[in-house]
């Protein structure tokens, strides 16, 4: 079973910075946070992961609170194509760790 | 460096025939995962392979469904004697073998069961 919590649905105006949450609250202190997306019908891509310390790439940065209970995920300038579900997880650091999804938060990019 | 290769993109089978759906991982990973998501539903795992080895296969029914990952060639997900409810989008991702790396995810491959 999924061990986060997203609100089910969210939106943002196109160009504003989306803030989506995620509750973890029993996280371990060996399981990462992840963050993947899903656009209609395709794979699902990676954005970014984290144990602790506040992380930015290319796509996304994100937030982890200190006690490590909740995290949020930063578009800076959301677009019409970053209109998807969101998936929060946290996963065990280890070499035989599967990736569990739960039901993610549907965001939709207003023009 | 091509990426996650699922084929077919699109499978249709009658009821109580055999589908078999492809997966070759990208250059260099040893790890692959196979997930099914139903219409309107999220995704579901269903087995963790690394090469000849089945390393977790808790979300796979207990029947008519198999996954096998050899030492050459793609990983192979087998569904036998197909069901209208196996109907589904099934995708495959793949990962190093190192700890906490990410997974890369393919297009998937949607079976329809007529």
């Known amino acids: 079973d999924a061990k986060t919590t997203q609100p089910p649905s969210m939106d943002c105006a196109e160009g504003r910075a989306a803030n989506l949450p995620c509750n973890h609250s029993t996280i371990s202190g060996n399981e990462y946070v992840y963050w993947y997306r899903q656009i209609h019908s395709q794979g699902p891509q990676y954005i970014i992961h984290g144990l602790k310390n506040n992380e930015t790439n290319e796509m996304a940065s994100l937030i982890i609170t200190e006690d490590r209970k909740s995290s949020t995920l930063i578009l800076p300038h959301a677009t019409l194509r970053d209109t998807a579900v969101y998936y929060c997880?946290?996963?065990?650091?280890?070499?035989?760790?599967?990736?569990?999804f739960g039901s993610g938060t549907r965001l939709s990019i207003r023009p | 460096n091509a990426g996650v290769m699922q084929n077919p993109r699109h499978l249709v089978r009658r009821r109580g025939q055999e589908a078999r759906l492809r997966c070759s991982p990208m250059?260099?990973?040893?790890?692959v995962y196979w997930y099914r998501q139903l219409p309107e539903e999220g995704l579901k795992f269903m087995v963790y392979l690394q090469k000849e080895n089945i390393i977790d296969e808790s979300g796979m029914p207990k029947e008519r469904f198999s996954a096998e990952f050899p030492k050459e060639g793609p990983s192979i997900l087998r569904i036998q004697q197909v069901v209208r409810g196996d109907s589904a989008a099934y995708f495959c991702?793949?990962?190093?073998?190192?700890?906490?790396?990410?997974?890369?995810f393919g297009s998937g491959t949607q079976l329809s069961v007529l």
């Open positions: 250059k260099g990973h040893s790890h």
């Open positions: 991702a793949s990962s190093p073998p190192q700890y906490n790396e990410k997974l890369f």
């Open positions: 997880i946290v996963r065990v650091d280890s070499s035989a760790s599967k990736i569990i």
